[in-house]
Nanobody, 126 residues
Framework: QVQLVESGGRFVQAGGSLRLSCAAS????????VGWFRQAPGKEREFVGR????????YYADSVKGRFTISRDKAKNTVDLQMNSLNPEDTAVYYC???????????????????WGQGTQVTVSS
C-alpha cells in the first residue's frame, strides 16, 4: 500500500525559510516523479514543483522559482521541499504526490498523480 506522509509545516515569519519533507513507503520511486502542490484557503490546489526521482531533474512553478528547491534522498526514500524567502502568499496546505513517469506528461496537473499525502500546513505571517 502506497503511503506518503508530509511533515515540517509550521508557522513562520515572512522572509523566513522552511523545509518540508515527504516520506514515501509501499513503492519503488525509481519509476516515479514526486510533485508538490499547495492549496490556500478558498483557492484551488496548485502546482508548486516536481522532481524526477531517477534523474533528479526538477521543474517549478513561476511563483516559486528561485525561492523553492526540491531534492530527494534515495537512502531515506524522501523528497524535501526547501522554501526560502517565504511570504504570506505561500500560506497553504502543502501536499506531495507521486506519478508514474510512464504516464506523466507535463507533471503540473493534479490528475497526473496517483497517490497523495494528507498535507502539512504552512502559515507565513507578515
Amino acid at each position: 500500500q502506497v503511503q506518503l506522509v508530509e511533515s515540517g509545516g509550521r508557522f513562520v515569519q515572512a522572509g523566513g525559510s522552511l523545509r518540508l519533507s515527504c516520506a514515501a513507503s509501499g513503492l519503488t520511486l525509481s519509476n516515479y516523479a514526486v510533485g508538490w502542490f499547495r492549496q490556500a484557503p478558498g483557492k484551488e490546489r496548485e502546482f508548486v514543483g516536481r522532481i524526477n526521482w531517477s534523474f533528479g531533474s526538477t521543474y517549478y512553478a513561476d511563483s516559486v522559482k528561485g525561492r523553492f528547491t526540491i531534492s530527494r534522498d534515495k537512502a531515506k526514500n524522501t523528497v524535501d521541499l526547501q522554501m526560502n524567502s517565504l511570504n504570506p502568499e505561500d500560506t497553504a496546505v502543502y501536499y506531495c504526490a507521486t506519478g508514474s513517469v510512464f504516464t506523466l506528461r507535463t507533471g503540473v496537473r493534479q490528475s497526473e498523480y496517483d497517490s497523495w499525502g494528507q498535507g502539512t500546513q504552512v502559515t507565513v505571517s507578515s
